[in-house]
Nanobody
Framework: QVQLVESGGALVQPGGSLRLSCAAS????????MGWYRQAPEKERELVAS???????NYADSVKGRFSISTDNAKSTMYLQMNSLKPEDTAVYYC????????WGQGTQVTVSS
């Protein structure tokens, strides 16, 4: 079973940027769709961005124009570049398969606050 490990979360001020990473233990990005999800306190987990095996990308309306998903197949790593961060982006961010997600990892905490 391929392991997915998220990293890169931090405390950042509104308007700031972060890049999250999702390291996979195997070369899967050419084979399956992947997504970044997030869960804010007392809210449902939601899909933030997805990329399928053909490179088709989709974003939630709330992050369009600010977030960018990408993969580096050579490094077996998926990224989420987050710009113009807002307090409402505060959440634990997870990477997982898309659309058929599997068990969830630890995630990485992103806190946007002044």
């Amino acid at each position: 079973q391929v392991q997915l490990v998220e990293s890169g979360g931090a405390l950042v001020q509104p308007g700031g940027s972060l890049r999250l990473s999702c390291a996979a233990s195997g070369s899967i990005f050419r084979l399956v769709g992947m997504g970044w999800y997030r869960q804010a306190p007392e809210k449902e987990r939601e899909l933030v961005a997805s990329i399928n095996s053909n490179g088709y990308i989709n974003y939630a309306d709330s992050v369009k124009g600010r977030f960018s998903i990408s993969t580096d197949n050579a490094k077996s790593t998926m990224y989420l570049q987050m710009n113009s961060l807002k307090p409402e982006d505060t959440a634990v961010y997870y990477c997982n398969y898309y659309p058929n997600f599997r068990s969830w990892g630890q995630g990485t905490q992103v806190t946007v606050s002044s």
